[in-house]
């Protein structure tokens, strides 16, 4: 039976979680490698005979990036200066990392080939002791090469600079501040090197703030890597392995839903929260965010968040967890602007949910009397008043639909459907709360139930639930769009077969009335990773800048 199961779980994993395939490899490519240019070559070379010396041959990096920004000076667009120049200060990280060299403390005395000394020191990128360059790695990113199914399209145009990978180490950044990425922190940055006579000072530019670099009175386009972050991130951290935890082991995810931020805050960039679906992860939108950072006005305006949460569980306990992350991050940033929401699949039904209010609708629907009335334990009443009773948030400028299964999908119901829920069961760990919302409800809603529904269940077509939700009038000062795929096989857009699908949810499910603009995309369910369902995201984010 134990086997069985096993057989049945990963089936359904390779339908509902896009495959096999990995979405995350990374390789660290040997220097020699890395070396692409003649220049670069000759100056690989030149410090192999100190390769057991680290301070030597940062003194020689040094050497070689001094010289490099000198013939800058004269002729700017000198190419081959430049990229000595970016490969110097990358090796120099490097050296940094891989000796545990501490110039943020004190210089760094470094011998040049001619004999004097460089005073090299590092300029810590953030004043706050808990951003401490010694609670990171720091890695050049020319070191790494990524495959996989997330990881977007790697963009390297031409500039000034070393793209870094920042990687938090041993503390919990989630215990420092609770928007953090996660317990460690991947970020993007752009080293540089300014000299002044025999000092010399390595700085960070962040490259969603700043396009360009200055030095030596030029400024520069500024050199950016917006996918090794990510990449290295979903290499690390197994998000495929957690999405399907969260799927089928609701229970021991219910309290790890998190709105998080990929970027220092900024209250002058509008907040995007992407949603995703049932069985994924935050990693599904991370070829989406690396297209999207690629573009200057996006960089501009926005700041990327993501919310995850435990995809088994009925959406509306997650949606309700969301409203109330929205509530602390405007209490800690009460000043950011308007939310703009996207949601893919299941993420576009809790999407739904932050933009009508609810009054008493759904609650009347399900029990008898108010939540005051109802002699529930007080964690139960508040559970099940926060999943049905609520009101469209204020905050939420706009709102994207990527493949939202609004109005559910036969796939809930047939043989992988119900073996899925089978699996998923009882969703929450909180007897209580099952037992007491089952014992008070309708006697219509809890015959021949044990449990509250879980993800799956909720999504029957015949859900009373998606039925008085998609009931509730969504307020008019919101406006929203759809994507919708469709696999190539075309077919009816009402139920009639052949009816028109993205393979899993059909058009009938994600079309809204009333959106600003539909565009239905040649792909199938994962529509946020194909070409064109990313570039309707970036037109509609980039039309809506301003």
């Known amino acids: ?31 020699w490698a890395v070396a692409a240019t003649p220049g670069q070559k000759s100056l690989y070379r030149s410090i192999r005979p100190h390769s057991k010396q680290p301070l030597i041959k940062i003194g020689h990096y040094l050497d070689a990036a001094n010289d490099a920004r000198l013939k800058l000076i004269d002729q700017p667009d000198d190419e081959n200066a430049r990229d000595i ?21 004190k210089p760094l005395s470094c ?51 070393a793209p870094a990978i920042v990687i938090g180490k041993d503390m919990d950044f989630t ?19 300014r000299f002044k006579g025999r000092k010399c000072t390595m700085e960070f530019i962040d490259p969603l703030r700043e396009d360009t670099l200055s030095l030596d009175g030029h400024n520069y386009p500024l050199a950016t890597d917006f996918q090794a ?25 219910e309290r790890s839903a998190r709105l998080s931020r990929l970027q220092p805050y900024d209250p002058g960039k509008i907040p995007v929260i992407f949603i995703h679906g049932l069985g994924d992860s935050q990693s599904t939108w991370m070829p989406m965010i690396n297209d999207l950072r690629n573009n200057k ?115 809930a119901v047939n043989f992988w459907g119900r073996m899925g829920a089978k699996l998923i069961g009882n969703p929450i760990t909180m007897d209580q709360v099952n037992r007491e919302a089952l014992q008070y409800a309708r006697p219509e809603f809890r015959e021949g139930r044990k449990h509250l529904p879980n993800s799956v269940e909720i999504l029957d077509p015949g859900s009373t639930f998606l039925s008085l939700v998609n009931s509730l009038p ?9 994507i919708i795929g469709d696999q190539g096989k075309g077919g009816n857009l009402d139920h009639t077969p052949p009816v028109s699908t993205d393979s899993i949810v059909p058009y009938w499910s994600s079309h809204l009335k009333g959106a600003q603009s539909e565009t239905i995309i040649p792909s199938k369910h994962w529509g946020i990773q194909h070409p064109d369902g990313m570039a309707e995201v970036k037109r509609l984010l980039i039309k809506y800048a301003d």
Request: aromatic share 12%.
């Open 474 to 482: 969504i307020k008019s000062n919101i406006p929203y769009h759809s």
């Open 85 to 105: 120049y970016d490969f110097a200060v990358s090796r120099i990280l490097e050296v940094i990392e891989d000796d545990d060299l501490e110039p943020w403390d």
């Open 111 to 161: 011998a040049s080939a001619d004999g004097k000394n460089w005073q090299f020191r590092l300029k810590p990128p953030d004043p706050r002791p808990e951003y401490h360059p010694s609670n990171f790695h720091i890695l050049a990113s020319d070191r790494y090469r990524f495959r996989g199914t997330r990881i977007g399209e790697r963009v390297l145009p031409p500039g000034l600079g």
């Open 175 to 193: 215990k420092v501040d609770q928007f953090a990425q996660g317990k460690r922190i991947y970020y993007g940055l752009t080293a540089m090197i």
């Open 229 to 253: 972050p990510l990449a290295l991130s979903m290499a690390e951290s197994h998000p495929k392995k957690t999405g399907r935890g969260m799927m089928f082991q609701p229970q021991k995810y």
């Open 1 to 31: 039976m134990q086997k069985t199961l096993h057989f049945l779980s990963l089936m359904l994993s390779l339908l509902l979680l896009n495959g096999c395939s990995q979405y995350s490899k990374v390789i660290k490519r040997p220097l």
């Open 297 to 411: 006005k996006i960089r501009h305006t926005y700041q990327f968040w993501i919310f995850s949460y435990s995809s088994g569980q009925p959406y509306p306990i997650p949606a309700a967890q969301l409203r109330m992350q929205m509530d602390q991050m405007s209490q800690n940033y009460p000043d950011h602007k308007d939310f703009v929401i996207i949601g893919h699949s299941l993420g576009g039904n809790i999407s739904r949910m932050l933009i009508s209010d609810s009054g008493m609708k759904l609650w009347d629907t399900y029990f008898p009397q108010a939540p005051d009335k109802i002699p529930f334990h007080d964690e139960t009443r508040l559970v099940l008043s926060k999943m049905l009773i609520f009101k469209a948030r204020p905050d939420v400028s706009r709102v994207i639909f990527s493949n939202a299964s609004l109005r559910g999908s036969e796939t």
